[in-house]
């Protein structure tokens, strides 16, 4: 496989991917708007990483659709770059390689060990990203338990997710935050 060299290409020439490739999906990722602001200081921080993590694009006719990097994008935008480090894959990419070049940029294959993470500056790392579990306390044995129970509509269900998505790192754990930072836990 031969190595991509990279090219400084004009962001008004870079697109975000909504489908337009045949054969590829719009992209997938969605950024809650605390991490957007992290994602724009931490290229303000150092912008050198977009060197190290170039954006992957598709060229398509005079534009580039992102493959990889639709956020970085984004936050480039709204840090008024105008050109951007990128990695353009080879015309005639089978579509299949281009699904799973956007899948696999995002994906994160292991997870933070919390007791490693502990001799790290914890306020660092959150400006940096990473969500750090709070240790968890001992339920009280006498303390009552209780069960809610509730329907919501489609519509209602996509925001709550997208609230538990700022909250913690799983369901349980995020309603244990809210319910604690409301004094309820």
């Known amino acids: 496989m031969e190595v991509l060299k990279t090219t400084m290409l004009p962001m008004a020439a870079i697109v975000p991917n909504n489908g337009q490739i045949e054969g590829v999906p719009g992209?997938?990722?969605?950024?809650d708007d605390k991490s957007m602001r992290?994602?724009?200081?931490s290229i303000q921080d150092n912008p050198e990483m977009l060197r190290?993590?170039?954006l992957l694009v598709y060229k398509q006719g005079s534009e580039y659709v992102i493959i990889g990097g639709n956020m970085r994008w984004r936050a480039m935008c709204e840090l008024g770059f105008t050109e951007a480090p990128c990695k353009v894959i080879p015309e005639g990419t089978d579509?299949?390689?281009?699904?799973?070049?956007?899948?696999?940029?995002?994906?994160?294959?292991?997870?933070w060990d919390q007791e490693e993470l502990e001799g790290w500056d914890a306020e660092e790392l959150e400006s940096w990203g990473v969500i750090l579990r709070q240790k968890e306390e001992e339920p009280e044995t006498t303390q009552e338990m209780k069960t809610l129970e509730f329907?919501?509509?489609?519509?209602?269900?996509k925001h709550v997710k997208k609230v538990f998505r700022n909250e913690g790192e799983t369901d349980a754990?995020?309603?244990h935050n809210i319910l604690r930072a409301y004094g309820r836990a």
Do not use: C, H, M, W
């Not at 992290?38 to 200081?41: A, G, R």
């Not at 579509?95 to 997870?111: F, H, M, S, W």
């Not at 329907?151 to 269900?157: A, H, I, N, V």
């Open 27 to 31: 992209n997938p990722r969605i950024l």
């Open 38 to 41: 992290l994602l724009v200081q």
């Open 52 to 54: 190290l993590r170039e």
């Open 95 to 111: 579509p299949q390689r281009l699904r799973a070049y956007t899948i696999k940029d995002n994906v994160a294959y292991g997870e």
């Open 151 to 157: 329907s919501l509509t489609s519509e209602q269900f």
């Open 173 to 175: 754990e995020a309603l």
